[in-house]
């Protein structure tokens, strides 16, 4: 077997749910299943990757042959996340983080009542956000990750995508359309339009979610060239 497309690279993916603690017993969580995460990982991993799988709550187990890394809250899986992201060459951001977090995680057991209960809840830490603040704060000729974020859109899909791309400061942005049959969370398959900077860069026929991640690398790896050798 010869030399593979991503020899020598570390790639960095986030995959499945994130889960915010209400009290010992209960959590705020979603959907996510992690396959489409699960998909970049193995693939990335079959390109000759070095692979971190920095993983939530998911429906199915990881591959093998990756470097797993179990967290729970959106808080957690920043820190391990942002400290791993000097020594990556392509991040993936496949996860469902939670947009929100109870403000007051309770130590004890909420008791029941007669009376109505309000969870009071605050906003997490935009992962993504953040990782492309910290690329924009580097200094010029420094290693800097190429960053994938996803993004589930049931309307305006293009609009919402570009603008999520700017606003977070993404390399690309792969949009499902989660209203269109055999997309979205727990399948097999997916339905993406990927989007650049310059707008549509690949709109892409239902795949398994295998074939999307050999896809979505192979336009990581064009990004990664185009930006040049890194150290
Ligand atoms: O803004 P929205 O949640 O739709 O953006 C989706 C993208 O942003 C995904 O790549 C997801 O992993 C990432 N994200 C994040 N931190 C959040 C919310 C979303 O990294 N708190």
Redesign the pocket.
Known sequence: TGPKPLDGKRVLV?AGGTVERIDPVRYITNDSSGKMGFAIAEAARDRGAKVTLVVGKADVSPPNGVEVVAVRS?AEMRDAVMCRLPDSDIVV?????A?YRPARPRAEKIKKSAEALTLELVP?????QEIGEWKASREDGARKPFVI????ETTDVEKHATD?LRR?KSDLIVANDVTAEGAGFGTDTNVVSVYGPNGLVASLPLLSKKDVAGRILDLAQDGLRASGPSS
């Open positions: 986030t959106a951001k496949a996860a469902a983080v947009d997490n830490p935009d992962i993504l974020g996803f993004a589930a999520k977070k």
